[in-house]
């Protein structure tokens, strides 16, 4: 089923960038891009999580949820600096939610990247959109990454409180109220969705649709929300509903795991947004890389 789907939404488009052919130099160029061995591109393929830069509603401190509002100016800026930091790592495909915000951060992101690969949204509304975007040139095709939107990697639907003010909010319900909305796993705002149910569709999309495309070798970015990759966080680190409920994601921050033998292994995030240094590894890790 999922390889259908992927199939389908890629039409006639073929990338060659496959993860095997990739032949770079084990180097870094500047401080802040990752270093990539020979053995890591044989062996294992690459999954880079990233929440989108922030946008015109975090900037107002509103509730967005599945609201589509664009990034702002710093949000811009967080996408351009993540891809400038994962901008070492080879990219396959790449998969976005259907919201502007989490499209504009990859988009933005892939134009630092040292390829130079122009990502292309594949259209799969329906046999029209799919036959008027396809890509006939050979050799722009190699030099392209398909980008598959998918509405289940969405925001969690934040119901009645999409468009209000958080602190306004928390003084008209009060804070625990609010807090119960927006940290437990299992309880919704009224008439939105409670993370457990936005992990069923987040988790669900990712175990049918991207990881096949892990299994088959090639190096996936996902651009999402704070919600649909916590969800996707609590299947690749085993994290309980206690556990997934205390975690944070900065916005514009890229995340790497490493899929081999069907495990995932995360390699390190950040600590802050300003932090120098290569985020796909830890410090011991990048050394043992570079002397390779």
């Known amino acids: 089923m999922a390889a259908g789907v992927y199939n389908q939404a890629i039409g006639a488009f073929q990338s060659n960038s496959h993860i095997n052919n990739f032949n770079h130099q084990h180097k870094l160029n500047n401080i802040g891009r990752l270093a990539v061995t020979k053995d890591f591109i044989r062996n294992e393929a690459a999954l880079i999580l990233v929440r989108h830069g922030e946008s015109l ?23 351009i600096e993540a891809g400038k930091r994962i901008s070492s ?8 939610s259907a919201l502007i915000r989490a499209q504009m951060t990859a988009m933005l992101a892939m134009t630092q990247h040292r390829r130079m690969k122009v990502p292309i949204i594949m259209h799969n509304e329906n046999e029209q959109a799919r036959e008027w ?8 095709k190699k030099h392209s990454i398909p980008v598959i939107s998918a509405w289940q990697l969405n925001e969690r639907m934040y119901g009645e409180l999409q468009g209000l003010n958080k602190q306004e909010t928390a003084e008209r319900y009060g804070k625990e109220q609010v807090h119960e909305w927006r940290r437990s796993y299992n309880i919704p705002p009224p008439n939105g969705e409670s993370l457990e149910m936005c992990a069923q569709r987040a988790v669900a999309y990712f175990r049918e649709q991207i990881e096949p495309q892990l299994l088959s070798g090639k190096n996936v970015m996902l651009s999402a929300h704070g919600n649909s990759l916590r969800s ?35 390699r390190g995030s950040p600590t802050g947004p300003t932090e ?5 590894y830890t410090r011991n890790l990048l050394s043992v890389a570079l002397e390779r």
């Open 133 to 140: 975007s396809q890509v006939f040139g050979e050799d722009t």
């Open 57 to 79: 509603w975090n900037e107002k401190n509103l509730f967005t949820g599945c609201v589509d509002v664009p990034l702002s100016k710093k949000g811009i800026d967080e996408a």
């Open 276 to 280: 120098a240094g290569v985020y796909a």
């Open 232 to 266: 996707i966080i609590m299947y690749l680190d085993k994290l309980t509903s206690r556990e997934v409920i205390s975690l944070e994601l900065s916005t514009g921050i890229p995340m790497l795991y490493i899929f081999k033998e069907g495990r995932f292994i995360r």
């Open 89 to 96: 790592i080879p990219v396959d495909l790449i998969f976005t």
